[in-house]
């Protein structure tokens, strides 16, 4: 019966192994997939894992590049209507320093920049899928916003952030995702601040931290003469005076009744005057009052004359001290610091203020614009001249937004470049893994014809041995 058992069983397993070989074939026809568990092909199994991987990667690269490239696509078409508008500004600033145009016919200039302001400010807080293109990291608000004053912008401050956030584009490359609008609208290349006028105001040592351009008030304050000649400040003195510091003299003769500054015409008075105007060099003026001066004094006696800067109109100022070289004048709206070498300075006026290389896009228009209406009330020749200095900023604006232009065409064409040869990669990859995972059904077909050969066979041999009797053996 031992012999029996054996045959039995072993044509038993037989059978299972060869109708669990069927069953995996079959299945292997109906679903097309070879692999569909580890233990099926263990090498092949886990290429397989590693491939599928890999193939997730590149589709998240893909997925990021999408996303990445549409924001920067609407932020270039952005940047490429702004730069339009800055041509624009460019042609209407030309226009404005040429000698055939007067103080009135700037007028209209000014409210076409007026116009193009808005538009650049709109541009500049453009949304693309509910979010801001050029706030950096704060997509939610816009990073732009204006101070108005009877429906004119006086100014416009960047609120956004400056931070933003690298996405994975490729295998060991990251690309910014968002825009600092902060980092592409100014320039980032300070250099000395560069002083327009003659009050003798000059660039501090120090790092001032204003930008653009600014309009330095100097203002007089008190005049005193040195010595016991007896003349002192007249009644006009405190607005009239034009003279700073401690490098102005005054040359009396009041037998002659005569009076001169620093050397000039002399001026004629009656002595006991109490309001006499000294023309000297250059147009300095000073009041003096003689109602008090020695009828016998002749002489010279030094002068002493205080003042205040200011770089906000006057709302914040600061007392002159002519032997520092390097006073902070503070902005009190924006808290921003110019600061000023006082050393030189003989006289009121104002002082326009260029801060090459931190230009700022709004700035720079609003600037232009405010000559162009001519708000400060300027001489022509004056205008004119603040106007050919103002070139120059409209120009660093526009090589900014040239910078932008071909920064974010730069990393568009990068994109577009990664994204092709992701996605070559990708296919080569999942066909890879198509070749491991998926049955060759041609293959299959031929091992399941075999299989089912055998599997008939062993069958018909069985049936065979299980009809057997004691009858066959004798």
Not at 140 to 150: G, K, L, Q, V
Not at 179 to 187: A, L, N, Q, T, Y
Not at 318 to 344: E, H, K, M, Q, W
Not at 395 to 412: D, F, I, R, W, Y
């Amino acid at each position: 019966m031992s012999g029996w058992g054996s045959i039995y069983e072993s044509t038993r397993l037989a059978l299972r192994r060869h109708g669990a070989e069927l069953a995996e074939l079959q299945q292997a026809i109906s679903t097309g997939v070879r692999l569909r568990r580890a233990s099926d092909a263990p090498a092949e199994a886990f290429r397989l894992l590693g491939l599928r991987a890999e193939s997730t990667a590149l589709a998240t690269y893909g997925e990021n590049i999408r996303r990445v490239n549409d924001s920067l696509a609407v932020a270039s078409t952005a940047l490429s209507q702004m730069s339009e508008l800055m041509a624009r500004v460019r042609v209407l600033v030309t226009q404005g320093t040429s000698g055939t145009y007067s103080a009135s016919n700037r007028r209209p200039i000014a409210q076409e920049l007026d116009g193009l302001l808005g538009q650049m400010l709109s541009l500049a807080n453009t949304k693309h899928s509910g979010r801001y293109l050029f706030g950096g990291t704060a997509t939610r608000a816009a990073p732009y916003e204006a101070d108005y004053e009877d429906g004119t912008i006086t100014a416009v401050r960047y609120v956004g952030h400056l931070g933003t956030v690298d996405v994975p584009v490729a295998p060991g490359v990251d690309h910014a995702s968002l825009i600092v609008g902060d980092d592409i609208f100014r320039g980032h290349d300070r250099s000395q601040p560069v002083f327009y006028g003659d009050t003798g105001a000059a660039a501090g040592s120090a790092t001032s931290t204003v930008r653009t351009s600014a309009w330095l008030t100097v203002t007089h304050g008190t005049t005193t003469y040195l010595g016991a000649s007896g003349i002192a400040a007249g009644a006009s003195s405190a607005d009239g005076d034009t003279i700073l510091g401690d490098g102005h003299t005054l040359t009396i003769d009041a037998p002659a009744g005569t009076l001169s500054l620093d050397g000039g015409d002399a001026v004629a008075f009656t002595l006991g005057d109490a309001d006499v105007c000294v023309t000297g060099p250059g147009g300095l003026r000073v009041w003096v009052d003689t109602t008090a001066l020695a009828p016998v004094f002749q002489g010279t006696v030094n002068i002493q004359a205080t003042g205040r800067l200011s770089i906000d109109d006057g709302a914040g100022t600061v007392p002159i001290d002519f032997a520092n070289a390097n006073l902070a004048v503070t902005d009190t709206s924006t808290g921003r610091v110019l600061y000023v070498n006082c050393t030189g300075i003989e006289q009121t006026g104002h002082e326009t203020v260029r801060l090459p290389g931190t230009a700022d896009l709004f700035s720079a228009i609003i600037t232009v614009r405010d000559l162009m209406m001519n708000t400060r009330g300027l001489s022509e020749n004056k205008q004119l001249e603040c106007l050919n200095e103002a070139v120059s900023l409209v120009n660093e604006v526009a090589e900014c937004l040239t910078m932008a232009q071909t920064s974010v065409g730069t990393g568009l064409g990068l994109l577009s470049t990664l994204g092709v040869g992701l996605e070559a990669r990708k296919a080569n990859t999942d066909d890879q893994a198509a070749a491991l995972e998926n049955a060759d059904l041609v293959q299959v077909a031929t091992d399941l014809a075999r299989r089912q050969t055998l599997y008939e066979m062993t069958l018909a041999s069985a049936s065979r041995l299980l009809q057997l009797s004691l009858f066959d053996y004798l």
